[in-house]
């Protein structure tokens, strides 16, 4: 698959999930909404209920920006199944002009978020390397 391909299967997706790394060194994963825009993931803490808004995955990303994300289809007809990811470098967003414009790509995205802004951080994730199956 081409690069192109894996671009359109990424940016179609409607979950992904997003790995980054605990301070110990220890993978830690969740599923994430998620835009891509150019060679840039942005994901929003939404407001779906959280005892917080400071999420392990901001203070991982803090500590240590190594971030990726994964995005698969499966079907029982395993030849169409495939994946795609990407890894990069992860930072929370403070620009406010870039912040309101990952919420607006977001909102393009998700209905949910038109009515309901994202109220908590932006992640951005600077795309390095793509990977995809097959």
Excluded at 16 to 21: E, F, K, P, Q
Excluded at 98 to 123: C, F, I, N
Aim: proline share 7%; aromatic share 8%.
């Amino acid at each position: 698959m081409d690069t192109r391909a894996a671009r359109r299967r990424l940016a179609s997706a409607r979950v992904g999930h997003l790995a980054t790394v605990t301070p110990p060194d220890r993978a830690h994963l969740v599923p994430c909404c998620f835009v891509l825009f150019s060679d840039t993931i942005f994901s929003a803490i939404d407001a779906k209920p959280k005892s917080t808004f400071a999420l392990r995955r901001l203070q991982n990303i803090a500590s240590n920006g190594s971030a990726s994300l994964l995005v698969d289809h499966y079907e029982e007809d395993w030849t169409k199944l495939w994946w795609v990811r990407v890894d990069g470098t992860g930072r929370t967003v403070d620009d406010e002009v870039e912040r309101q414009r990952a919420l607006r790509l977001l909102a393009s995205k998700y209905e949910q978020y038109r009515s309901t802004p994202p109220p908590g951080p932006v992640l951005a994730i600077a795309i390095d390397r793509w990977r995809m199956w097959p």
